[in-house]
């Protein structure tokens, strides 16, 4: 329930049963609120007021006690009257009128609810009773307010960002049970990826009733209402429904609404028990529960199309160049390592991978014979080759999905202590992601073959990052990449052991409860490939104090299952062979491919050496 606002018109229903008293009563109330008249609404019987209560939103209510002078012996009386509202939480402020004499009635009245009582026939000191009710009312809508809001808080905990659409559901369904007394209910949230796929379903319910048979039946997308009595027949075919309150959650772009889910209400009988304070409050629960999926439902969609245009774009590249592609692969296999190593959340991890996938996207813009030049480049050349990094960056310009990656784009070139290309700044000027990805692609670039040169081995590699740090790279991330590697290398060799015992792949997913022994030693110097001149005890204490997570090293290996089934199936056929060392099963698995610059494969050649050498 929402706090009543200043400008909301009080309302205020006097019931009795002698006509003259209500006709009295509401000039002097009109006098008491003289500087913002309350509304005025009567009743001749407790059915009916209770009738009003039901329907409309009351702020206060003066009522007689004795109603059967003018209706009979076996009228509702007004204790009788304030039992109902209790039992039916009706958010009302009762006054109590009692004849001269009825004190005791009127002691009954305060211990069910009533905030005070008056005396007929003078009602003295009526203003100030009123004006008691008034504030007494206005707390008790800024407590309801304030355990609505702490409601709204648990639900958008529930449903924000990626947590799980289940808790978002059981939450909703809580406080909608909660606040409603109904027999049965539910909640009902589509996928944010997908709106034809409903997520999450959560159930309650009071009384023997079946489930409703939600799985055909979809709401009209309009406000909350009860539907008619042929759609409550075919969403509870073997029950005695009498009443369904059915609140769409709807997503209304430019006009067309699309459906996020429904809460739904079900009554056995009574339906007045969800009078207008309790829809209200639902509405209100409703309303922030569309809010919260619809930004998810937004997000979902933003992300899809940046997808779309980073494969759109990657495939332009592979067209264009076979070799930049797998290049551009293996980068951003990189950056997502050294992005885990840093500790960065899930979506600049994404982000990472997709700066990786996308760092030379420039060269789609060159001629294929001056990247890939066997030979040294003229100076001619080589001007043209660097302007790769700024082709790059005009193509991205205009998306802004890809805002975030053109420091990336334009800046993976650029050194630490400046004198780079295209610009020749200070790398420690550029975004955290521009210097991740000088590193992976410098990385990727030395152990990879180019036209012109060989591969040069992983022990190198990282002597040479090392040998870089402080200059060309950022000093403080060679350490934790170097570790990434080191761990992402480990468990690829616990990945490969099933096929050296002659055994079948296992996937990647049982890594996941296998890692944290696998990386729990710190790095070994022979895996930091320690080199002449290089100090072992400082450099071990410096990597050894990088944090280990071996749960984010498998989910970059989980991304390349199929390079490593792949990549197995050729080990295994060079192995069949007869015993070889890695050596020479490269050499074997090299034959066997077109594009012999395959990684993973030299990976595992790497890792059945190391095994042989235990
Ligand atoms: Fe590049």
């Known amino acids: 329930m929402p706090a009543a606002q200043p400008t909301d018109r009080l309302r205020i229903l006097i019931a009795d049963d002698d006509p003259m008293i209500p006709e009295l009563l509401q000039e002097r109330v009109r006098l008491v609120f003289a500087e913002q008249p309350p509304e005025v609404l009567i009743a001749g019987s407790a059915e009916e007021a209770l009738d009003l209560l039901y329907k409309e939103r009351i702020d206060l209510l003066l009522s007689d006690y004795d109603f059967s002078s003018g209706c009979g012996p076996e009228a509702m009386n007004g204790l009788a009257l304030l039992r109902e509202i209790d039992r039916l939480d009706i958010t009302v402020t009762p006054i109590f009128m009692t004849g001269f004499g009825d004190e005791e009635v009127a002691k009954n009245a305060i211990l069910l609810g009533a905030v005070d009582y008056l005396t007929k026939p003078a009602l003295s000191g009526l203003a100030e009773v009123l004006r008691k009710a008034q504030t007494a009312h ?103 429904v009498s ?85 551009s692969d293996w980068v951003s296999v990189y950056t997502r390592l050294l992005a885990h190593a840093l500790g960065w959340s899930p979506h600049r991890v994404e982000r990472a991978g997709h700066a990786g996938l996308l760092h030379d996207i420039g060269k789609v813009r060159m001629d294929p014979k001056v990247i890939n030049h066997n030979g040294p480049l003229s100076d001619e050349q080589r001007a043209q080759f660097q302007q790769h990094t700024v082709a790059g960056r005009e193509m991205l310009l205009p998306l802004d999905s890809m805002v975030d990656l053109i420091p990336a784009v334009y800046g993976h070139h650029e050194r630490w202590v400046g004198g780079g290309y295209p610009v020749g700044l200070l790398a420690s000027e550029l975004p955290p992601l521009a210097r991740a990805t000088c590193i992976a692609d410098a990385y990727d670039a030395m152990t990879s073959h180019r036209a012109y040169r060989r591969a040069r081995p992983h022990d190198a590699a990282l002597r040479e990052l090392r040998r870089c740090k402080g200059t060309q790279f950022d000093p403080e991330m060679i350490a934790p990449f170097t570790v990434y590697l080191i761990l992402f290398r480990r468990l690829v060799a616990a990945w490969a052991e099933p096929l050296f015992e002659g055994l079948v792949a296992q996937p990647v997913e049982r890594l996941f409860a296998a890692a944290e022994p696998i990386v729990a030693p710190p790095p070994s110097p022979s895996e930091l490939e320690i080199g002449e001149g290089e100090h072992p005890g400082a450099l071990c204490k410096e990597y050894a104090a990088v944090p280990r997570n071996g749960a984010r090293v498998v989910e970059v290996l989980a991304s390349l299952e199929e390079a490593l089934i792949e990549g197995g199936a050729r080990f295994l056929a060079g192995r069949a062979k007869g015993d070889a060392d890695g050596a020479t099963l490269i050499t074997r698995m090299e034959a066997m491919t077109e594009r012999p610059d395959h990684r993973i494969t030299r990976l595992l050649c790497w890792a059945w050496d190391r095994r042989r050498a235990r």
């Open 243 to 327: 009443g369904v309150w059915v609140r769409p959650l709807t997503l209304d772009r430019a006009g067309e609404p699309s459906l996020l889910g429904s809460i739904g209400i079900a009554y056995q009988d009574r339906l007045h028990r969800l009078h207008p304070g309790r829809r209200q409050t639902v509405e209100v629960i409703g309303q922030h529960a569309e809010s919260l999926l619809a930004s998810r439902v937004l997000y979902a969609e933003a992300e899809r199309a940046s997808r779309q245009t980073i494969e759109v774009l990657v495939r332009a590249l592979e067209l264009h160049d076979e070799y930049t592609a797998g290049h």
């Open 138 to 240: 206005r707390k008790r809508r800024e407590q309801a307010a304030l355990r609505n809001a702490a409601r709204l808080l648990d639900i958008s905990e529930a449903l924000r960002g990626g947590a799980s659409l289940e808790r978002g559901a059981a939450q909703i369904l809580a406080a909608v049970v909660e606040e409603t007394d109904c027999d049965a209910a539910w909640v009902e949230l589509a996928a944010p990826e997908d709106l034809s796929r409903v997520g999450h379903c959560e159930f309650y319910h009071n009384v023997t009733l079946d489930p409703p048979l939600l799985n055909d039946w979809r709401p009209a997308p309009r406000s909350g209402e009860f539907i008619d009595s042929e759609q409550v027949q075919l969403l509870f075919p073997n029950a005695s």
